[in-house]
């Protein structure tokens, strides 16, 4: 049976490199830049060479996107990863930390979602000029204190 992966020698150019972790190749530069690869190798003629542990990060790094982390966040767990000494506590203060970020968000967007099917419920949708959403809209409320 073959594999896609190339041997574990082997060095990829940013568009194999991109291809296999799933990235495109400006996002690939941009965790470059930031430090997330450390360094990487440059082929002869300057090209940039990447090795299957620079994919891993980097499949690292879209798996901790994809699950809403912020940069900042990732950068803090790839240095967890890649620190045998860490402890989970760790991750997971920072796994609750962004689960508490994703619970309040959430319960914005389901206070949201209430207070617009109720002004959808009210407006008639017919020909009259009259809209509880636009009233809504219009409403002059004093600003709310920020938490």
Same mark, same amino acid.
């Given at each position: 049976?073959? %594999?896609?992966?190339?041997? %574990?020698?082997?060095? =990829?150019?940013?568009?194999?490199?991109?291809?296999?972790?799933?990235? %495109?190749?400006?996002?690939?530069?941009?965790?470059?830049?930031? #430090?997330?690869?450390?360094?990487?190798?440059?082929?002869?003629?300057?090209?940039?060479?990447?090795? =299957?542990?620079?994919?891993?990060?980097?499949?690292?790094?879209?798996?901790?996107?994809?699950? #809403?982390?912020?940069?900042?966040?990732?950068? &803090?767990?790839?240095?967890?990863?890649?620190?045998?000494?860490?402890?989970? +506590?760790?991750?997971?203060?920072? +796994?609750?930390?962004?689960?508490? &970020?994703?619970? !309040?968000?959430? +319960?914005?967007? !389901?206070?949201? !979602?209430?207070?617009?099917?109720? =002004?959808?419920?009210?407006?008639?949708?017919?020909?009259?000029?009259?809209?509880?959403?636009?009233?809504?809209?219009?409403?002059?409320?004093?600003?709310? +204190?920020?938490?």
């Amino acid at each position: 049976m073959t %594999s896609n992966m190339p041997s %574990s020698d082997a060095t =990829l150019l940013i568009g194999d490199a991109a291809r296999l972790s799933g990235i %495109s190749a400006r996002m690939l530069r941009h965790y470059e830049d930031l #430090g997330l690869l450390g360094e990487v190798r440059r082929s002869e003629s300057g090209y940039r060479r990447y090795s =299957l542990s620079d994919v891993h990060t980097l499949r690292f790094i879209k798996r901790s996107r994809d699950l #809403g982390f912020s940069m900042d966040q990732v950068t &803090e767990l790839v240095g967890l990863w890649r620190n045998r000494r860490r402890t989970s +506590a760790s991750v997971k203060r920072v +796994a609750q930390a962004h689960l508490q &970020e994703l619970e !309040q968000r959430i +319960a914005e967007m !389901q206070a949201m !979602q209430r207070t617009l099917a109720h =002004l959808v419920h009210c407006c008639h949708g017919d020909q009259r000029p009259d809209c509880p959403i636009l009233d809504d809209l219009s409403r002059i409320d004093p600003p709310k +204190a920020e938490a």
